[in-house]
């Protein structure tokens, strides 16, 4: 993994946003894998900045997101489908069947696993994959267990990842679902290119373990040691903190 380490998260959000958009230009059908949460706001904020100054044209770009709350859907408040509409979607002229999502109100949540998996394969799979990291060292929704499922599957989340969604639920733990659907640890790692960005100082033991710890279940951020393209974009806030 190559580390890159940037004065603000605002500066970091510049880069990558550029590289990003850069990489749109070259490759009009470029296919990007996107997280929610609070890492991406400021890179999105970015996207959506160059993309209005630039005329940048996203009509042939496939978007595939690492994970929806089972039970949430389109239109449900504290969904991350409704996240994306609110800060990317929305704003951007992505065509609605490039989109691609997870959907945690299917009737049945393993076939809904099994069309997303089929619809990454079907894509050529995911070009540029853009991942956070939890303090649990889970990825999208992956998270650590004596085991791990490769593929899209039904995850039951650590109380830790559900107190850190409890900003999409007005603070109220009891709203957040105790279920999600996710890619799994195999799924991203077919990826061409793996982008991983931290900031704060709040993931500092989870950048550590990343960096300097070895493979292991009980730390899915780990396996991405396993990829031959993984860049992990620092600010230095928390690089500070890192040994």
């Known amino acids: 993994m190559k580390c890159e380490v940037f004065s603000t998260e605002a500066a970091l959000a510049a ?21 929610t949460g609070r890492t991406p ?22 978007t595939f997101n690492l994970d929806e709350f089972v039970g949430l859907g389109r239109g449900d408040r504290g969904g991350y489908r409704t996240f994306m509409e609110n800060r990317l979607f929305e704003h951007v002229n992505l065509v609605e069947r490039n989109i691609e999502f997870l959907d945690g109100r299917a ?53 830790p990842t559900r107190a850190a969604n409890t900003m999409w639920f007005d603070g109220d733990l009891e709203r957040v679902p105790r279920e999600a659907l996710t890619m799994g ?20 033991e989870a950048v550590t373990a990343l960096l300097r710890g070895g493979v292991t279940t009980r730390f899915p ?12 974009l620092l600010d230095v806030l928390l690089a500070d903190q890192v040994p």
């Open 41 to 62: 706001l400021a890179l999105y904020q970015e996207l959506i900045r160059l993309t209005h100054e630039e005329r940048v044209d996203w009509s042939g770009v496939r």
């Open 107 to 159: 009737a049945d949540l393993d076939r809904e696993c099994e069309r997303y998996e089929r619809a990454v394969v079907a894509s050529g799979g995911v070009d540029l994959m853009l991942l956070g990291i939890g303090v649990n060292g889970h990825i999208g929704f992956n998270e650590p267990a004596g085991s791990l499922v490769a593929r899209t599957h039904r995850v039951m989340l650590d109380e």
């Open 185 to 204: 640890m195999g799924t991203i790692l077919q990826s061409r290119s793996i982008v991983l960005i931290a900031t704060g100082d709040a993931k500092s």
């Open 221 to 232: 951020a780990s396996f991405l040691q396993l990829h031959p393209r993984v860049r992990v």
């Open 15 to 35: 880069a990558l946003g550029r590289r990003i958009i850069d990489m749109i230009g070259r490759q009009p059908d470029v296919v990007l894998g996107l997280p």
